[in-house]
């Protein structure tokens, strides 16, 4: 998989959305695996203005990256320099996305640096798609589409098929404005709600509270129903003592991460889905990973109480076995059943930071193997193998074991009919690491 582009467009604000703090500094921490041509403040519902001034904050992050950077090189290679990191952040529009001409699709809006710098990242000559993290309004993109089409329109095409756009719900009326007018042509993964402040009375039909909403209204148990939260998730990976414990006490980026006002993380799922780690497929949202699961669809206005136009990736269930020994249907499901393992990972590359010595916190494993006559010939140097089966990524119709001796055996389903079978290697030792590799079976 080649190392995927991406840009972030975040309403990150100190002592109010601190969970676009969080999410930054883990960012930070995957920027060798993922390669980031921009951050971009912005605004949204929330925050309104003062898009330059909060420029500042992603600097001040940036600067604590650079101080943990002679460690992070002792683990891992593919780190850039700080200074790489200053030169890409950006202020987008200062305005609130609230209809065309104001706060975006105006000249107006032309010399705008984020916006440049938005549209040369979605016109650069690379092959590769351009993932954008929506983790406040789509204001700033909404007018580098717009100026592209108004000025470039040869390119217009071209730019609408890079894009991959992934959006922590609609936090301005930016979003649904470019839903409606370049409809189908555009790739977005999002729960959509109303782009005002009173959007957020609906979050907890999204999937992506699944990273960590499990008590709070932002959960819910099956994503149709409105509960005070969810369960089955394990708690005690979002919680302030291990957050304290294995991420604030940890170098300087840590120092940063700040204890969450509402949830922890709200944003991270934009980018989790896009790091390489075997389980994750970027361009095929309908197989799951670290960011959920979606289906591509056109939802009915009842679902979200907006009307949407075209299809877009949105809203699938898991069914996964809880930390509380039962069965839990929902679209945070797809979130939730991964967080051992990326919290685990996240707190592996925060020791990272802490020490260049490299015993203090292995590597991910690395998975070698393949499918043979049925049976599942993996290894992974060191590590503790597991195998099952991800029914929701596929259409198998009948039922699937996997042996003591990696024998695969199915009975029942259909010739034509995908099973999706997931290979994990976990380290043996603290933070245990998670790798995967995924075989996909065409009956």
Same mark, same amino acid.
């Given at each position: 998989?080649?190392?995927?582009?991406?840009?972030?467009?975040?309403?990150?604000?100190?002592?109010?959305?601190?969970?676009?703090?969080?999410?930054?500094?883990?960012?930070?921490?995957?920027?060798?695996?993922?390669?980031?041509?921009?951050?971009?403040?912005? $605004?949204?519902?929330?925050?309104?203005?003062?898009?330059?001034?909060?420029?500042?904050?992603?600097?001040?992050?940036?600067?604590?990256?650079?101080?943990? /950077?002679?460690?992070?090189?002792?683990?891992?290679?593919?780190?850039?320099?700080?200074?790489?990191?200053?030169?890409?952040?950006?202020?987008?529009?200062? =305005?609130?996305?609230?209809?065309?001409?104001?706060?975006?699709?105006?000249?107006?809006?032309?010399?705008?640096?984020?916006?440049?710098?938005?549209?040369?990242?979605?016109?650069?000559?690379?092959?590769?798609?351009?993932?954008?993290?929506?983790?406040?309004?789509?204001?700033? /993109?909404?007018?580098?589409?717009?100026?592209?089409?108004?000025?470039?329109?040869?390119?217009?095409?071209?730019?609408?098929?890079?894009?991959?756009?992934?959006?922590? !719900?609609?936090?301005?009326?930016?979003?649904?404005?470019?839903?409606?007018?370049?409809?189908?042509?555009?790739?977005?993964?999002?729960? +959509?709600?109303?782009?005002?402040?009173?959007?957020?009375?609906?979050?907890?039909?999204?999937?992506?509270?699944?990273?960590?909403?499990?008590?709070?209204?932002?959960?819910?148990?099956?994503?149709?129903?409105?509960?005070?939260?969810?369960?089955?998730?394990?708690?005690?990976?979002?919680?302030?003592?291990?957050?304290?414990?294995?991420?604030?006490?940890?170098?300087?980026?840590?120092?940063?991460?700040?204890?969450?006002?509402?949830?922890?993380?709200?944003?991270? +799922?934009?980018?989790?889905?896009?790091?390489?780690?075997?389980?994750?497929? +970027?361009?095929?949202?309908?197989?799951?990973?670290?960011?959920?699961?979606?289906?591509?669809?056109?939802?009915?206005?009842?679902?979200?109480?907006?009307?949407?136009?075209?299809?877009?990736?949105?809203?699938?269930?898991?069914?996964?076995?809880? !930390?509380?020994?039962?069965?839990? $249907?929902?679209?945070?499901?797809?979130?939730?059943?991964?967080? =051992?393992?990326?919290?685990?990972?996240?707190?592996?590359?925060?020791?990272?930071?802490?020490?260049?010595?490299?015993?203090?916190?292995?590597?991910?494993? =690395?998975?070698?193997?393949?499918?043979?006559?049925?049976?599942?010939?993996?290894?992974?140097?060191?590590?503790? /193998?597991?195998?099952?089966?991800?029914?929701?990524?596929?259409?198998?119709?009948?039922?699937?074991?996997?042996?003591?001796?990696?024998?695969?055996?199915?009975?029942?389903?259909?010739?034509?009919?995908?099973?999706?079978?997931?290979? =994990?290697?976990?380290?043996?030792?603290?933070?245990?690491? $998670?790798?995967?590799?995924?075989?996909?079976?065409?009956?």
């Amino acid at each position: 998989m080649k190392t995927p582009r991406y840009v972030v467009l975040t309403d990150i604000l100190d002592g109010f959305e601190v969970d676009d703090i969080q999410s930054m500094i883990r960012l930070m921490l995957y920027s060798n695996e993922i390669d980031i041509e921009a951050l971009i403040s912005c $605004t949204s519902c929330f925050v309104k203005g003062n898009v330059s001034g909060r420029v500042g904050l992603i600097h001040s992050i940036i600067d604590a990256y650079g101080e943990t /950077l002679p460690n992070l090189r002792a683990h891992a290679s593919g780190w850039r320099s700080a200074d790489y990191y200053h030169s890409i952040t950006y202020a987008g529009i200062d =305005e609130y996305g609230l209809m065309p001409s104001f706060g975006f699709a105006s000249m107006k809006y032309k010399e705008n640096t984020g916006v440049k710098a938005l549209i040369e990242c979605i016109l650069r000559e690379d092959s590769r798609p351009l993932y954008i993290g929506l983790w406040g309004g789509a204001n700033t /993109l909404a007018q580098a589409v717009w100026q592209i089409e108004k000025l470039m329109p040869d390119k217009l095409s071209t730019a609408l098929g890079k894009l991959r756009i992934y959006g922590i !719900s609609d936090q301005d009326h930016a979003s649904r404005w470019l839903r409606k007018k370049y409809g189908d042509r555009l790739f977005w993964i999002v729960s +959509p709600s109303r782009g005002s402040w009173f959007g957020n009375y609906t979050y907890w039909k999204a999937a992506w509270p699944g990273i960590s909403s499990d008590l709070v209204k932002h959960g819910s148990e099956d994503g149709v129903h409105k509960t005070l939260g969810f369960s089955g998730g394990r708690r005690d990976l979002v919680s302030n003592d291990w957050i304290d414990t294995n991420i604030r006490s940890k170098g300087a980026l840590g120092a940063l991460y700040p204890h969450p006002k509402y949830i922890v993380e709200g944003d991270t +799922p934009s980018f989790l889905w896009i790091i390489p780690n075997g389980l994750n497929v +970027p361009e095929r949202p309908d197989y799951g990973g670290w960011g959920g699961r979606y289906e591509y669809y056109r939802p009915e206005k009842a679902q979200f109480g907006v009307t949407e136009r075209h299809s877009i990736w949105t809203n699938a269930s898991d069914t996964v076995l809880g !930390s509380d020994g039962r069965m839990h $249907t929902s679209p945070q499901a797809t979130i939730w059943r991964w967080r =051992e393992a990326f919290q685990n990972d996240f707190a592996a590359r925060m020791l990272w930071t802490s020490s260049p010595d490299p015993a203090i916190a292995s590597c991910r494993p =690395e998975i070698k193997g393949e499918i043979r006559d049925w049976r599942l010939n993996v290894c992974a140097d060191g590590c503790e /193998l597991f195998f099952y089966p991800y029914p929701e990524a596929g259409s198998f119709t009948g039922k699937c074991q996997i042996s003591h001796d990696k024998k695969i055996i199915i009975s029942g389903g259909r010739s034509g009919e995908t099973l999706h079978i997931i290979a =994990e290697a976990r380290t043996k030792s603290a933070p245990f690491l $998670t790798s995967y590799r995924r075989f996909i079976i065409t009956l």
